[in-house]
């Protein structure tokens, strides 16, 4: 009961961070930002860290974007969850936000399991296929490279981008 609360709390303080909704409190003796001290609180870690961590227990090998949205960030973030249960649900997510600009938002999750969608089918530069789908908040974008699952997602209000080109061209840019 004490890890399904502390997942439902990790959940909850994820959308916090993902849709903006921060608290500002008036203290001067605060030494940490809010932000980041709010985002470790809740499970987040350097992308390097969360990325070995989720490696090392899934036995794989990530694959990162060497290109990421022409967007503004100020932070970017990785967490690491393991499912205790079926190791199939373990999920590496990694986080790009911009403190000013709420709507610049990009992540990246990687699982060891497929999971379905439903969309309009790609062909990416190797051969493989894509699923691109528009989500009320966020265009998606998901894809298979050395045996993971990838999704990429774009906050629909992020800019004026074609966003089915920019998660492709994300898409093309893992080896």
């Given at each position: 009961m004490k890890k399904k609360f502390a997942l439902l709390f990790l959940f909850v303080m994820g959308l916090t961070i993902e849709t903006g909704n921060e608290n500002v409190f008036a203290n001067s003796k605060v030494t940490t930002p809010y932000y980041e001290d709010h985002s470790v609180r809740v499970g987040y870690k350097t992308v390097d860290e969360a990325v070995s961590e989720f490696e090392k227990n899934?036995?794989?090998?990530?694959?990162?974007?060497?290109?990421?949205?022409?967007?503004?960030?100020?932070?970017?973030?990785?967490?690491?969850?393991?499912?205790?249960?079926?190791r199939q649900k373990d999920l590496l997510q990694i986080r790009f936000v911009n403190r000013e600009q709420k709507n610049?938002?990009?992540?990246?999750?990687?699982?060891?399991?497929?999971?379905?969608?439903?969309?309009k089918e790609y062909t990416l530069q190797d051969g493989s296929k894509g699923i691109y789908v528009e989500h009320h908040i966020f265009h998606v974008f998901v894809?298979?490279?050395?045996?993971?699952?990838?999704?990429?997602?774009?906050?629909?209000?992020?800019?004026?981008i074609d966003p089915s080109k920019v998660l492709m061209d994300v898409a093309n840019s893992v080896n």
């Open positions: 899934c036995d794989c090998v990530v694959k990162l974007p060497a290109m990421i949205p022409d967007l503004k960030f100020t932070h970017e973030f990785g967490a690491y969850y393991k499912d205790h249960k079926d610049n938002i990009f992540k990246i999750d990687v699982r060891p399991s497929k999971v379905s969608y439903e969309g894809f298979e490279k050395n045996n993971l699952q990838y999704i990429v997602r774009i906050d629909k209000n992020a800019s004026d």
